[in-house]
């Protein structure tokens, strides 16, 4: 018998074993798992095509398949020096506790990965073929997204992604006209905005939404990339004051640069909210620990992530599914009372 090839470099999949040996994934499985419904035949020539081919089953696929433990993977995608991503960012901790608590009550664990942007194409492949219940992407491209769906059909995004891909995500764009419409009713006119990475979706509609209001506004832009940072966030403020020591009020996209702008704004001699007015972005646990606490823009994202994980455990949602949550503008220290 000719046994092909498998169809794509690197790590051997269940397909490639099915179309090399010419049975059906199912019939794979079965025998890969020792489950009654194939032939001796049969089995002996899955497990030699097998061999051949070096396919080592993954645990999960192994659990699911025998009716043991299942799984959610939350996924997302590091750009960049990002050691202690989990730690680094408090949008994963909060992603992290809205499945958790989905999960309270049921036989399904939580797994996380964090994958490289430099293997990522090839960690992708591996991590769909290992999904059991289900994975939500928390930063994941739009190309990563589309290639895991197209691999397995159990995924929901929680960030702005292809069509295609089921998607729960926060109107960015209203929260950054939100922001800027507020600083903009405060009198400030030279309102300038530290950005997220280009990379990121999430980044990009704040970017829009920003650009937008001043737009409309007919103000000059004036803005920097912080990378999501808190130290990209200090740094992105302090170029800008250099370059602009005229400004106002700052836009940050997200709460954790916010902090690290405060800093930079008080090390520059300037008062925040007197001088230069500050609201970030995702009321995040940095907006309530900043001093002076940070005026933001409010995401539920416990909220998403939990809503995300009940629609994994009940089979995924339909392609192209969307749902769009909206944000809240929180008023604290970090801008001045609106005037009468």
């Known amino acids: 018998m000719s046994r092909a090839t498998p169809a794509r470099p690197g790590r051997p999949t269940i397909n490639d074993v099915a179309r090399a040996a010419g049975v059906s994934r199912a019939t794979v499985s079965r025998v890969i798992n020792d489950v009654a419904g194939a032939s001796p035949s049969i089995r002996t020539r899955v497990r030699s095509v097998a061999a051949e081919l070096g396919y080592q089953p993954s645990a999960a696929a192994r659990a699911l398949a025998t009716g043991r433990t299942r799984t959610i993977e939350v996924i997302a995608t ?106 903009h009713r405060l009198g400030r006119r030279r309102i300038a905005a530290i950005h997220g990475p280009e990379n990121n979706t999430c980044a990009e509609q704040r970017r829009d939404g920003y650009r937008s209001a001043i737009e409309g506004f007919g103000l000059l ?37 916010a902090a690290g702008a405060v800093q930079a704004i008080t090390a520059s001699g300037r008062r925040v909210p007197e001088d230069v007015a500050v609201i970030g972005f995702d009321d995040s646990i940095a907006a309530s620990c900043a001093n002076p606490l ?19 455990l009940n089979g995924g949602p339909a392609f192209g599914y969307r749902k769009r949550y909206p944000v809240e503008l929180i008023l604290r220290e970090s801008t001045p009372p609106a005037v009468v």
């Open 221 to 257: 832009e004036l803005s920097a990339d912080g990378g999501f940072t808190r130290e990209g966030g200090h740094d992105a403020a302090r170029q800008l004051l250099d370059r602009h020591p005229e400004i106002d009020a700052l836009f940050v996209a997200c709460d954790l640069m």
């Open 294 to 312: 940070l005026s933001t823009i409010r995401l539920p994202i416990e909220e998403m992530a939990a809503e995300a994980t009940r629609m994994l």
């Open 78 to 183: 590091s750009f960049g020096p990002f050691g202690g991503w989990l730690g680094a960012h408090p949008y994963y901790s909060r992603v992290l506790a809205g499945a958790m608590s989905a999960l309270e009550g049921t036989d399904t664990q939580l797994r996380v990965h964090a994958i490289s942007a430099e293997r990522a194409l090839e960690a992708v492949d591996a991590l769909a073929e290992d999904v059991t219940a289900g994975a939500l992407l928390a930063n994941v491209t739009p190309e990563l997204s589309m290639r895991f769906y197209q691999r397995c059909r159990r995924v929901i995004s929680l960030v702005p992604t292809a069509s295609a891909v089921p998607t729960l995500e926060v109107d960015n764009i209203a929260g950054a006209l939100m922001a800027v419409t507020h600083l």
